[in-house]
């Protein structure tokens, strides 16, 4: 089954530019999501299809997937953007999720 | 405006079978390419996918689960229902159904969640 790795957690200085990364085989093929969940609350859709952002997202949040790394930047790093992310790519009829990543905002 | 929410027992037994319910508005489960997923996440722990059922009644289920797991949907009440059967202490977790889109294979939409408490 496909897999999908992140890193346990990054940290961001207020206002500076967080990177969190997605690995997998040859994900560049693929169409990467990403959703941020804050404690208690239900996930949210913040990147689709690589790239995209849905309505309401702020353009501060961007993604990229090429080779085997996806990534989504957020930039200009709020308080308010201390979170997990979950990436996630649909795989022979399955939908896999990353293991999350937990952003700190300093 | 797309809504999703979940309901169903707090607490099962372990063995027992767990039967959750979606219940959704602002889309038909009727539109070509829209389907209904089940997503669960144990505490402190990753999100996981369990199931989604389609517009048109095609089903699909977590390889590792499959065996456990029935998803049906009831058009005319929009509700999809899941089933896991032979539950144990490892399944507690929030369950979260959620909206796919016709076009993304993307979950565009969450309900709140609904924790489930496997305990004898």
């Known amino acids: 089954s496909y897999e999908l790795t992140q890193p346990l957690s990054v940290s961001v200085a207020l206002g500076q530019t967080a990177r969190i990364t997605c690995g997998g085989n040859?994900?560049?093929?693929?169409?990467v999501h990403w959703y941020q969940q804050k404690p208690g609350q239900a996930p949210v859709l913040v990147i689709y299809r690589d790239s995209n952002r849905p309505s309401g997202i702020p353009e501060r949040f961007s993604g990229s997937n090429s080779g085997n790394t996806a990534t989504l930047t957020i930039s200009r790093a709020q308080a308010g953007d201390e979170a997990d992310y979950y990436c996630q790519v649909w795989d022979s009829s399955s939908w896999v999720f990353g293991g999350g990543t937990k952003l700190t905002v300093l | 405006q797309i809504t999703l929410k979940e309901s169903g027992p707090t607490l099962v037994k372990p063995t027992q079978t767990l039967t959750l319910t979606c219940t959704f508005s602002g889309f038909s489960l009727s539109t070509s390419g829209v389907g209904v997923g089940w997503i669960r996440q144990p505490p402190g722990k990753a999100l996981e996918w369990l199931a989604l059922?389609?517009?048109?009644?095609?089903?699909r289920y977590s390889p590792s689960l499959k065996s456990r797991l029935t998803i049906t949907k009831d058009t005319s009440k929009n509700q999809v229902v899941l089933t896991m059967t032979n539950m144990d202490p490892v399944d507690t977790a929030t369950y979260y159904c959620?909206?796919?889109?016709?076009?993304?294979?993307?979950?565009?939409?969450w309900g709140q969640g609904t924790m489930v408490t496997v305990s004898s």
């Open positions: 959620a909206h796919k889109g016709v076009v993304e294979d993307a979950f565009d939409i």
């Open positions: 059922i389609y517009w048109d009644d095609d089903k």
């Open positions: 040859n994900i560049g093929s693929k169409n």
